[in-house]
């Protein structure tokens, strides 16, 4: 049986801010493991958020409720939930026979700055594509269908151009996913999934794996010597943040366990080319229990166990033209590796996807015309007609270069201020610092000179400041302040903040430090002490740097150690 409902959950988001950050300039690889047939997931692929806009505005928001549809599955043996405002997120499996719920279930979940676009919750299965981290739809609505017995997502990454979709069946005690992704590319691509699992546990079976690995300080791979290799790796005994990886190709069943009583124990069961697995844990250090207790709760500790396609969330594996894989999730073993070799799986589903649709017709791929309040600019433009010029909330952005001859032909701000994303995301920078430079001599607007601003960074101050006069500057007071804040220079600081409303943490980030240039202590001490940080990036230590400058010393309180260190 499968049903929606709606549910009131702590998950409010305000409108998504169009007001990015541009990747960084030319190709930049993260200092990753060499791995032998698989390549160093990259800066373009996996740190700029662009064509998505950020989601930060959550902050004072977290004590209210919001209702969100939850899509149930269920039979005699499991219950399954998920939230499809929220990327297809399987928050709940729990196993009516034994009782208990088989990943970790957040009844109160609380977002933090840890996604891509910024926010995220901790808490059951996540399914990210296109890029490092939790994907860039994490908290975002996707597109699904279900009959009788099987529930269908289905997406495009926008910025890998992949169209994924999950299908979900429940075959007595077992939750079975099919995976199918495509590259709408007519070349092999970059490719990268991680299936990522929360749980609460006593330990995690790593016995049968052939393959442990664990990534040093330097980025080196250490394999474990297999006479010593530890059969069990316990959360409660791990002293740091740490990730350790399994390589399961060589293994006849590819699986992963945690031990959650001694009566119950979760198995994640996949297909090739799903050969990889690892362990995440936040450790038991300071910064760890403070992660653990703000997004878990003080009773649990918190791990997660990921499933890939590459040997770390460092690499990414490469795609031609479609790829599919299977994973089940269960108590039992046995009939979990029964599930994963039925075919269970026959039902087509066809759903009108808004980005797919343009990404179709822009790449010759498709007539059809599928348009909604997200993708009617983009339509408009494409078809010359004087397309409707969003306010900030109906931004939309595209980094697409087949979009550029239609743009051209509008010849107004807002087509030059779409030509200059793409155009920089394409590594055209100097045209996009042009037709940004057009579009502000058609209307001055803060939007494009912020991002005139992120893409001529040696001139960014000055344009900052062309924009102080205008409509919304406050928009741009976080990004200008930490212009200054770099230049330590206090007059225009001064000046800045007996205007600025400092409403978030970003903004009071930008405040303690403007308040440590003017050797403030008590107040640094009082704001840094006095209020839950909720919007912090996992493992930030900018907090506890500050605490540990002004007042000279060592340690921290735990209310503002962010470090996974």
């Not at 200092?31 to 700029?48: D, I, M, V, W």
């Not at 990522?196 to 794996?209: L, M, P, Q, R």
């Not at 230049?487 to 205007?499: A, E, G, R, T």
Request: charged share 30%; net charge negative; with cysteine.
């Amino acid at each position: 049986m499968i049903k929606e409902e709606k549910r009131l959950f702590n998950l409010a988001l305000n409108e998504e801010s169009p007001f990015v950050n541009l990747k960084r300039k030319g190709k930049f690889n993260l200092k990753s493991p060499k791995q032998e047939g698989f390549l160093a997931t990259s800066y373009n692929n996996c740190r700029t958020t662009l064509p998505y806009k950020i989601q930060s505005d959550y902050e004072l928001l977290k004590d209210k409720e919001v209702e969100l549809t939850v899509i149930i599955m269920e039979n005699s043996y499991l219950r399954a939930e998920f939230l499809p405002d929220f990327g297809g997120r399987l928050i709940r499996l729990y196993d009516k026979k034994k009782k208990y719920d088989l990943v970790y279930y957040n009844e109160s979940p609380t977002l933090s700055n840890i996604a891509l676009c910024n926010a995220w919750f901790a808490g059951g299965i996540e399914f990210n594509i296109g890029s490092l981290g939790h994907h860039r739809d994490t908290s975002r609505k996707v597109n699904y269908k279900f009959n009788d017995d099987i529930l269908f997502f289905e997406n495009i990454a926008r910025r890998e151009r992949q169209q994924y979709s999950l299908s979900f069946k429940l075959v007595e005690d077992v939750l079975a996913l099919k995976v199918d992704i495509k590259n709408l590319y007519d070349e092999k691509r970059e490719l990268y999934w991680w299936t990522n699992i929360a749980s609460e546990c006593k330990k995690i079976d790593c016995s049968s794996h052939k393959g442990l690995l664990r990534i040093e300080e330097d980025q080196s791979f250490v394999n474990f010597d297999l006479d010593k290799k530890p059969s069990y790796l316990d959360p409660n005994k791990i002293p740091l943040s740490t990730e350790y990886f399994m390589n399961c190709t060589n293994d006849d069943v590819m699986w992963e366990s945690v031990e959650l009583t001694n009566d119950v124990t979760f198995y994640e069961i996949g297909t090739k080319p799903l050969n990889y697995r690892k362990l995440f844990c936040w450790g038991i250090h300071q910064g760890g229990d403070h992660w653990n207790d703000f997004l878990v709760g003080k009773d649990n500790r918190y791990i997660e166990i990921q499933t890939g396609l590459a040997p770390s969330q460092m690499h990414t594996t490469t795609i031609d033209k479609e790829l599919s894989f299977k994973q089940v999730f269960t108590s039992n073993f046995e009939n979990g590796k029964k599930v994963l070799n039925q075919n269970i799986f026959n039902e087509k589903f066809n759903l009108d996807i808004p980005f797919l649709a343009l990404d179709n017709f822009l790449h010759g791929k498709s007539n059809k015309k599928f348009i909604d309040d997200k993708t009617k600019y983009f339509y408009d433009v494409i078809e010359k007609k004087e397309a409707v010029i969003p306010s900030f909330k109906d931004i939309e952005y595209s980094t697409d270069m087949a979009l550029i001859p239609y743009l051209e032909y509008q010849n107004n701000w807002y087509s030059y201020l779409q030509m200059g994303i793409i155009y920089f995301e394409n590594d055209y920078y100097d045209k996009a610092i042009e037709v940004f430079k057009k579009s502000i001599s058609l209307k001055k607007d803060v939007l494009t000179y912020h991002l005139l601003a992120e893409s001529d960074k040696e001139n960014a101050i000055s344009y900052y400041e062309e924009a102080l006069n205008l409509k919304d500057k406050e928009k741009i007071y976080y990004f200008y302040s930490t212009l200054l804040l770099d230049k330590k220079d206090i007059n225009k600081l001064d000046k800045l903040f007996k205007v600025y409303k400092v409403n978030n943490d970003f903004d009071t980030i930008n405040y303690l430090k403007y308040l440590e240039l003017k050797g403030k202590k008590e107040e640094i001490n009082t704001i840094l002490l006095s209020r839950e940080w909720v919007n912090i990036i996992e493992g930030s230590t900018v907090l506890s740097d500050i605490y540990q400058r002004v007042n000279k010393t060592d340690k921290v309180p735990i209310s503002i150690d962010f470090r996974l260190a």
